[in-house]
């Protein structure tokens, strides 16, 4: 048995699902988009997952495709029928797509169109604790996208563009920077340091970033751990001089930062707060995910 999508009402097999070529997601990149983890058949953060994607909506003026409870439903149900509903099945992630409709091609809105649902989900490699404590590199580069990374639209151009050349550069991720110098975020991470004095920094969830929800659930992890934390900018230079760095999301769960550029951070080993930080986070998703921000 195959993998199985969902497309507009229908279950259909992943390799032969298709939308129409007016698809005004096709056309514009004119939708939205969240990616949810899933652990032994739950899915992780799903509230704030579905908040967001109602907030993301609502900035485009895009209706719900269907009901919140019908979506959730939808969403078990794909990951049923992909073998990821089991307690004993691997972990996984679910895509899902919600475009303005189907339209003759035209800039304005269509007078009428129904919003085009779309949803995957696939399995993913296990979280190798041991690889992640060996941390990543980061190249910086200029913040190339619109001014509403905030809006998780699928409009992801430069932040592909970025990532590939993150990846040619032996780099996990890219860290945006900003016209005056301070980072904003990754192409699909949020980015964090720590300070000589053990604060943990990340920019405030202003217009510039997307909110994240791994980093709404580190931040509550954190402070109830009685870490400090400070939301504000920091810049390349700060990062780069910083005690330890780190990135959070959906699919990097925490994942330690050891060179940013050609500079090791934390002398290239990652860093006690890092450390605890990612086994905390193990822990949250190993034990449902459900901790609600
Ligand atoms: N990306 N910043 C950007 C630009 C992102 O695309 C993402 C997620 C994040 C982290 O957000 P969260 O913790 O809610 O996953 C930050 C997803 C995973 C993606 O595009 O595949």
């Known amino acids: 048995m195959g993998r199985v999508a969902y497309v507009n009402g229908r279950y259909v097999p992943h390799g032969s699902a298709s939308v129409h070529i007016e698809d005004r997601g096709y056309q514009f990149a004119d939708g939205v988009y969240e990616v949810i ?27 719900w495709p269907m009901s919140r409870a019908a979506l959730r439903h939808v969403l078990r149900e794909v990951i049923r029928r992909n073998r990821l509903s089991g307690r004993r099945c691997g972990p996984g992630a679910a895509y899902l797509q919600v475009t303005r409709g189907i339209a003759a091609r035209n800039h304005a809105f269509p007078a009428s169109a129904d919003p085009v ?17 060996r941390g990543v590199s980061v190249i910086t580069l200029p913040d190339e996208r619109w ?21 040619e550069a ?37 217009r510039s970033i997307l909110s994240g929800i791994t980093r709404a659930t580190v931040m509550r992890l954190a402070r ?32 330690p930062v050891v060179r940013i ?4 951070v934390g ?27």
């Open 147 to 167: 001014r509403r990374p905030d809006i998780k639209s699928i409009s992801l151009l430069p932040n592909v563009l970025a990532k590939q050349t993150a990846v």
């Open 170 to 206: 032996g780099a996990y991720e890219a860290w945006l920077v900003d016209d005056a110098g301070q980072v904003t975020e990754g192409t699909a991470s949020n980015a964090w340091i720590v300070t000589a004095d053990g604060e943990l920094v990340t920019r405030e969830a202003d």
């Open 117 to 133: 649902l779309v949803m995957t989900a696939r399995a993913m490699p296990p979280f190798d604790p041991e690889a992640a404590r």
């Open 267 to 293: 002398g290239g080993r990652i860093g006690p707060l890092s450390d605890r930080l990612l086994a905390w986070y193990a822990g949250y998703v190993e034990t449902g995910g459900r901790g609600a921000a």
């Open 224 to 255: 109830e751990h009685g870490l400090r934390i400070g939301e504000r900018r920091f810049a390349v230079a700060e990062a780069k001089a910083a005690a330890e760095a780190f990135v959070t999301g959906t699919t990097s769960w925490v994942k």
């Open 37 to 63: 983890a899933i652990q032994d058949g739950r899915l992780i953060d799903e509230e704030p997952h579905l908040d967001r994607l109602g907030r993301s909506l609502d900035a485009l003026a895009i209706r």
């Open 261 to 264: 550029d050609d500079v090791p």
